[in-house]
């Protein structure tokens, strides 16, 4: 079993859906969770951290975690077909360990 | 550059030769990393540089991997013996120094083929 499941996708939505896209985890020692998102044949980069459970909200992106049951998720509302892209969810022990990275879910949002 | 560099951006090259991946981190940032990313598959850990010394390098798959970081900047990644299973687009991050948020800076990768 991996460390982090994360649904592969792809997820399709018409513009301006609101997008739900999910991880979990085994490791309840993570402390720090984050959520990248990569274009195609582009490296990926950071959308957002939270440290601990509860909610952070950045424009149109919630980011949430909940420790207890070992679970994250990131909302992004009134979807853009410029969010088509693959989100990876990814989190570290802390410290300056290497992050443990989801496989991705490919969103692709529909004009 | 104000980003992480990485080269070639493409590489094919022959089952059982070797190849050589280079990364050039932001300056300043004194942590790199290697990751691995196969089809489909997220980003699989390689190795951590602080600095000079790589204190980690517990994602390597093989004896046939190495890398090396000279001057707090530059890294190497070498693949000896290359197999078929190698195929993957390798990509290196940087990080500042004491940094916990997991902030790494990605390059756009160095896409490897076996053939």
């Known amino acids: 079993q991996k460390e982090v499941e994360q649904d592969p996708g792809p997820l399709s939505v018409p513009e301006g859906a609101i997008v739900s896209l999910n991880c979990t985890y085994s490791n309840s020692a993570f402390q720090y969770f984050m959520w990248y998102r990569q274009y195609s044949r582009k490296g990926p980069e950071l959308l957002m951290y939270t440290y601990s459970s509860g909610n952070k909200e950045d424009g149109r992106f919630t980011a949430q975690v909940d420790k207890s049951s070992k679970y994250i998720s990131l909302f992004i509302r009134d979807s853009q077909p410029s969010d088509s892209a693959t989100y990876l969810c990814a989190m570290n022990l802390g410290g300056r360990r290497a992050l443990t990275f989801g496989s991705g879910t490919r969103l692709q949002v529909q004009p | 550059g104000a980003g992480v560099s990485q080269s070639p951006s493409n590489k094919v090259t022959e089952k059982g030769k070797d190849v050589e991946l280079r990364c050039d981190p932001i300056?300043?940032?004194?942590?790199l990393y290697w990751y691995r990313q196969s089809l489909g598959q997220g980003l699989e850990f390689l190795i951590y540089f602080q600095g000079n010394s790589a204190p980690d390098k517990s994602g390597l798959p093989s004896d046939r991997f190495s890398a090396e970081r000279t001057g707090g900047s530059v890294s190497t990644l070498t693949i000896q013996r290359t197999q078929q299973e190698d195929s993957a687009v390798y990509l290196c991050?940087?990080?500042?120094?004491?940094?916990?948020?997991?902030?790494?800076?990605f390059g756009e990768g160095s896409r490897l083929t076996v053939l």
């Open positions: 300056s300043g940032h004194t942590a």
């Open positions: 991050a940087s990080s500042l120094a004491g940094q916990n948020t997991g902030e790494l800076f």
